[in-house]
């Protein structure tokens, strides 16, 4: 499937201006928009195998920086800026993709910034919310403050975790998921780290896990009511 990639920019109230890519494929169905982690910016590679990955499964993607990663800034907006970029961004992919069912998430940083914004006032239009590997703590520090604010999201959730996640103990996790109830889905892969890289003497591949990822991530959108 062809895809388009369209370089934008995004304005962000009171804040300023920064890149965004709206990468759309031919007979699109919904959009993602796709907030990346801490890191990294919206070019990372993992973000582009995740874009190109969803245009092939006729999934459209809305990426942005936040303005830290646009001014080349190390350290994380705090996080009423990040909302704000990101509730900027849901409001262009929605005027973008007009009819589109829509979607929002992220990586890790970026996931959770988004579903910090749809707690405190929910993002206009956004059937779902998707988590590229939600950052539950800190590296080997299981805890479950970040996830405090999760019960007050009211649309379903999809968690997307790889078993070695050192920011996401799954023992930790899925007690904070079953509180969700109904509305919160976990998808474990087997062997994946953070950003589901797996272990060679695991047998499986990097590029065998991310598909699983996608496959996952595409049929949940598609169950979206």
Known sequence: MTAKATELK???????????????????????????GAGAD????????????????GIATFRFN???????QGRPDQPAVAHAAIRAAVEEAARLCSGMKLVAGGKSFGGRMTSQAQSKTPLPGVKGLAFLGFPLHGDNK????????????EIPMLFLQGTRDRLADLSTLK?????????????EVAGGDHSFAVLRKSGRTNDGALKEVLDALTAWIDELA
């Open 10 to 36: 995004l304005d962000i109230e009171r804040i300023g201006t920064v890149s965004a890519i709206l990468t759309q494929p031919d007979n699109v169905r919904a959009c993602y928009v796709l907030a990346h």
């Open 175 to 187: 007690p904070v998921i079953k509180a969700l109830g109904a509305k919160a889905t976990l998808h």
């Open 42 to 57: 919206m070019r990372h590679s993992f973000l582009d195998k995740v874009a190109a990955g969803l245009a092939d499964r």
């Open 66 to 72: 936040f303005p830290y990663t646009e001014k080349k």
């Open 142 to 153: 299981p805890s479950t403050e970040r996830a405090e604010h999760l019960d007050r999201v």
